[in-house]
């Protein structure tokens, strides 16, 4: 099978890309597509992990650390915050060195980076660290995906990409079971410490298994403008999106970090279209499959991610559940995903991405509407079809979507298109935590007051009602100390029914994004670029 590169991605007075070199792939252990696998899986599994472990370590950091709550919020604002900055940037770099020492680089760095937060005495060193932490796992995400489009042939892309979507998804989700463990038996420490001995056996497999490919017309120098302006526009949209929930929508601070990001990817847009060498040939967007794919993530993103930010909140502040039992109720969801991305991954490389991503957005789309009919007292079973039913839709997604986005691009732009696929997840993540945070703050203070009334509560001051309509914005009943127990039990019934409609809405405006996805899908095709992989040369 030929390759065929349909995408110009040269600037004006550019040559004609070349195409890969057709050296035979690497024999035996070094360089096989499947250990080539493992290998990345193992270090993915990493900066996965670390987006959700660490949230079971809050509490535990904030007490032996005397930190705030707003420093406790940065532990994991400062890690996805510097990760969706740097990945476009990233993956860049791993198209012009080469992917596997960035992803060893990335390794390493990661692996250090968390041993320094297990030994940190103060909250300003843990942010300090965490920032690295997110800066290294951006070299090492795109830098994955790099390796696996470069070694894998056509026919079983899909398959690895499924795999590898299988252990982000497994690892995402089992980051709260296994902090929970860790935290409470071992120590908070314990959930940074892990990553080393991990990010060893990464780096070992890396030297061992790992073969750099890279293309011919790869990069040679670097979009320095560029960099900046698009780190800056990045930077501007994910604060405001991170401090909008602090600041309000309608606040100037708000709007202006978003109007500042919008100049800042206009003048980025611009430069590219000048420069030699640009960081991102905008040419790439011309291929609607790859486009959709992008905004396929990104509307993703907000209905997972989004929605099941409030869920955590259900489990363990309205059904009184550990952080242990919490995430063992999210087991189905894990479970499907776990199952579901291979098979994903194979269905698509028979019938295409369009009918598995279209069908996995219809799955989720059903699977928000159902987690909006949840009660206070509903039952685990109900919980786990829904749940369940949400990991099976998100497969497909996970797997389909990134093959479009990195199957659509040269080869010689895998690394680039590796950190477009990412950064429009963490982007996702961040867009959908704050506005259906603004859906449910929005619920939660037209509804309070009046639920309040309603239950015969004495009435309550301005303030008091701010610090309550924030309490119950997170499923917790802003009980006094001392309140009879038969008031407290009103309270408690009445925060969690709001807090339920709270839920109920912004899990039906999640229900309706996935339901926008699904025409979304319908534009992505199968990556017209993904056959120049496996015959890449070898350095």
């Given at each position: 099978?030929?390759?065929?590169?349909?995408?110009d991605?040269?600037g004006?007075?550019d040559?004609?890309?070349?195409?890969?070199?057709?050296?035979a792939?690497?024999?035996?252990l070094?360089g096989?597509?499947?250990?080539?696998?493992?290998?990345?899986?193992?270090g993915?599994?990493?900066v996965?992990?670390?987006?959700?472990?660490v949230?079971?370590a809050?509490?535990?950091?904030?007490?032996?650390?005397?930190?705030?709550?707003?420093?406790?919020?940065?532990?994991?604002?400062?890690?996805?915050?510097?990760?969706?900055?740097?990945?476009?940037t990233?993956?860049?770099?791993?198209?012009r060195?080469?992917?596997r020492?960035?992803?060893?680089?990335?390794?390493?760095?990661?692996a250090a980076?968390?041993?320094?937060?297990?030994?940190?005495?103060?909250?300003g060193?843990?942010?300090?660290?965490r920032v690295?932490q997110?800066?290294?796992g951006?070299?090492?995400m795109?830098?994955?995906?790099g390796?696996l489009?470069?070694?894998?042939?056509?026919?079983?892309?899909n398959?690895?990409?499924?795999i590898?979507?299988?252990v982000?998804?497994?690892?995402t989700?089992?980051?709260?079971?296994?902090?929970?463990?860790?935290?409470?038996?071992?120590?908070?420490?314990?959930?940074?410490?892990?990553?080393v001995?991990v990010?060893?056996?990464?780096?070992v497999?890396?030297?061992?298994?790992?073969?750099?490919?890279?293309?011919?017309?790869?990069?040679?120098s670097?979009?320095?403008?560029g960099?900046?302006?698009?780190s800056g526009?990045?930077f501007?949209?994910?604060?405001?999106l991170?401090?909008?929930p602090e600041?309000?929508?309608?606040?100037?601070?708000t709007?202006?970090?978003?109007?500042?990001?919008?100049?800042?990817?206009?003048?980025?847009?611009?430069?590219e279209?000048?420069?030699?060498?640009?960081?991102?040939?905008?040419?790439?967007?011309?291929?609607?499959?790859?486009?959709?794919?992008?905004v396929?993530m990104?509307?993703?993103?907000?209905?997972?991610?989004?929605?099941l930010?409030?869920?955590?909140f259900?489990?363990?502040?309205?059904?009184?559940?550990?952080?242990?039992?919490?995430?063992l109720?999210?087991?189905?969801?894990?479970?499907?995903m776990?199952v579901?991305s291979?098979l994903?991954?194979?269905a698509?490389?028979?019938?295409?991405?369009?009918?598995?991503l279209a069908?996995?957005m219809?799955?989720t789309?059903v699977a928000?509407?159902?987690m909006?009919t949840?009660?206070?007292?509903?039952?685990?079973?109900?919980?786990?079809?829904?749940?369940?039913?949400?990991?099976?839709?998100l497969?497909p997604?996970?797997?389909?979507?990134?093959?479009?986005?990195?199957?659509?691009?040269?080869?010689?732009?895998?690394?680039?298109?590796?950190?477009?696929?990412q950064?429009?997840m963490?982007?996702?993540?961040?867009?959908?935590?704050?506005?259906l945070?603004a859906?449910?703050?929005?619920k939660?203070?037209?509804?309070?007051?009046?639920?309040?009334?309603?239950?015969?509560?004495?009435?309550?001051?301005?303030e008091?009602?701010?610090?309550?309509?924030e309490a119950?914005?997170v499923?917790?009943?802003?009980?006094a100390?001392?309140?009879?127990?038969?008031?407290?039990?009103?309270?408690?019934?009445?925060?969690?029914?709001?807090?339920?409609?709270?839920m109920?809405?912004?899990?039906?405006v999640?229900a309706?994004?996935?339901?926008?996805?699904?025409?979304?899908?319908?534009?992505?095709?199968?990556?017209?670029?993904?056959?120049?992989g496996?015959?890449?040369?070898?350095?």
């Amino acid at each position: 099978m030929t390759s065929q590169t349909t995408i110009d991605t040269t600037g004006p007075g550019d040559k004609a890309p070349t195409p890969p070199s057709s050296s035979a792939p690497a024999k035996g252990l070094r360089g096989h597509p499947w250990f080539t696998l493992i290998t990345v899986a193992v270090g993915v599994m990493m900066v996965a992990l670390d987006g959700t472990i660490v949230a079971i370590a809050n509490p535990a950091i904030a007490s032996d650390l005397g930190a705030t709550f707003a420093q406790v919020q940065w532990i994991t604002n400062s890690y996805f915050l510097a990760l969706a900055v740097a990945l476009i940037t990233a993956g860049k770099l791993g198209d012009r060195f080469g992917h596997r020492q960035t992803f060893l680089i990335g390794v390493v760095g990661f692996a250090a980076a968390s041993g320094a937060i297990g030994l940190s005495s103060s909250i300003g060193t843990v942010i300090a660290f965490r920032v690295l932490q997110g800066l290294f796992g951006a070299l090492l995400m795109p830098a994955a995906l790099g390796l696996l489009r470069a070694t894998f042939p056509a026919e079983k892309l899909n398959m690895a990409i499924g795999i590898w979507g299988m252990v982000i998804g497994a690892s995402t989700a089992g980051g709260p079971i296994l902090g929970g463990v860790l935290v409470e038996h071992v120590n908070w420490q314990s959930v940074f410490f892990i990553n080393v001995p991990v990010g060893i056996i990464a780096a070992v497999l890396g030297i061992v298994m790992l073969v750099d490919h890279r293309a011919e017309n790869a990069p040679r120098s670097f979009d320095l403008l560029g960099i900046g302006l698009l780190s800056g526009a990045m930077f501007c949209l994910v604060w405001a999106l991170i401090k909008a929930p602090e600041w309000g929508w309608g606040s100037g601070q708000t709007w202006l970090f978003i109007v500042v990001s919008l100049v800042g990817f206009g003048l980025f847009a611009v430069w590219e279209q000048r420069v030699k060498e640009p960081l991102i040939p905008l040419a790439l967007f011309r291929s609607v499959p790859l486009s959709a794919g992008v905004v396929l993530m990104v509307l993703m993103a907000i209905a997972f991610l989004g929605g099941l930010f409030f869920v955590t909140f259900y489990l363990q502040n309205v059904h009184g559940m550990s952080p242990i039992d919490a995430g063992l109720h999210l087991l189905p969801l894990t479970g499907m995903m776990i199952v579901g991305s291979p098979l994903a991954g194979l269905a698509i490389t028979k019938v295409g991405p369009r009918l598995p991503l279209a069908g996995g957005m219809a799955l989720t789309a059903v699977a928000m509407f159902g987690m909006s009919t949840l009660e206070t007292d509903t039952g685990s079973g109900i919980m786990s079809v829904w749940f369940a039913l949400l990991g099976l839709g998100l497969a497909p997604v996970m797997v389909g979507a990134t093959e479009v986005i990195v199957g659509n691009a040269p080869m010689e732009l895998s690394g680039v298109a590796g950190g477009l696929q990412q950064a429009a997840m963490q982007i996702g993540g961040s867009l959908g935590t704050a506005v259906l945070g603004a859906v449910m703050a929005s619920k939660v203070d037209s509804d309070l007051a009046g639920n309040w009334a309603s239950a015969g509560l004495p009435p309550l001051s301005p303030e008091q009602q701010a610090q309550a309509s924030e309490a119950v914005q997170v499923g917790v009943a802003p009980v006094a100390e001392g309140t009879p127990a038969e008031v407290a039990a009103k309270i408690t019934d009445v925060a969690h029914d709001t807090f339920i409609s709270g839920m109920s809405l912004a899990s039906l405006v999640a229900a309706g994004v996935a339901a926008v996805a699904i025409a979304v899908a319908f534009l992505t095709k199968r990556g017209e670029n993904a056959e120049a992989g496996a015959g890449v040369g070898h350095i």
